[in-house]
């Protein structure tokens, strides 16, 4: 079901969120899509894209702009994302993750922390409420998962983790999840060229 309106005022957003709410919620609820058309009615229409033609209904906003509006009224805090390791000055991460930010509209940072050990800059770092995840590289791979609430199978296996995530648990609480995709890398070349390895 597709239920399209026009709000004119903010009041008529939240009534229109109520009632999608509710009727998700029901016994007998089927899906439904809800629309306010309209410049304030803006935040409740899909997302377009600027290489479309035209906006598909009036007052739609593209994914980057949806992105700074949740960032303004407080959906969306900024974070701050990182690279651990020594040496990592040549790392191109923070070019590469800054460009993406930048382009979809997101006020994410990534930067380097340069260290060969888990130090009281790294467990602040790691603390602090704006961080929003890391990439490790050596020689603390293996060191880091100390620091970490939980680990995925993959990196329990390894004893080392590559990429640290942010994730919120059922009861509100904030932690910490060690991955490692290094292997996808090896096996995805051991596959492409079975020869170099004998198989």
Do not use: C
């Not at 109520?18 to 935040?43: H, W, Y």
């Not at 990592?88 to 340069?114: C, D, K, Q, V, W």
Request: net charge positive.
């Amino acid at each position: 079901m597709k239920i399209i309106g026009k709000a004119n005022t903010a009041a008529d957003n939240v009534a229109l969120h109520g009632f999608m709410t509710r009727a998700s919620f029901a016994g007998d609820a089927k899906p439904i899509i809800t629309i306010n058309m309209g410049v304030v009615g803006q935040l409740s229409t899909p997302v377009t894209h600027p290489l479309l033609p035209m906006r598909a209904a009036p007052g739609q906003l593209s994914f980057v702009e949806t992105q700074k509006a949740l960032h303004l009224v407080g959906q969306l805090p900024a974070k701050q994302f990182y690279i651990f390791g020594k040496p990592i000055a040549h790392s191109m991460s923070p070019t590469l993750h800054n460009t993406a930010f930048n382009h979809l509209g997101l006020l994410h940072s990534y930067g380097r922390l340069e260290t060969d050990q888990v130090d009281a800059d790294v467990r602040a770092t790691l603390a602090h409420a704006d961080f929003g995840g890391a990439s490790v590289t050596i020689p603390l791979k293996r060191d880091l998962t100390s620091q970490l609430d939980k680990l995925t199978p993959e990196a329990k296996a390894i004893g080392a983790v590559n990429t640290v995530i942010l994730f919120t648990n059922a009861g509100g609480h904030r932690g910490l999840l060690g991955d490692n995709t290094d292997w996808m890398g090896i096996r995805n070349i051991v596959k492409a060229r079975p020869a170099l390895v004998g198989m």
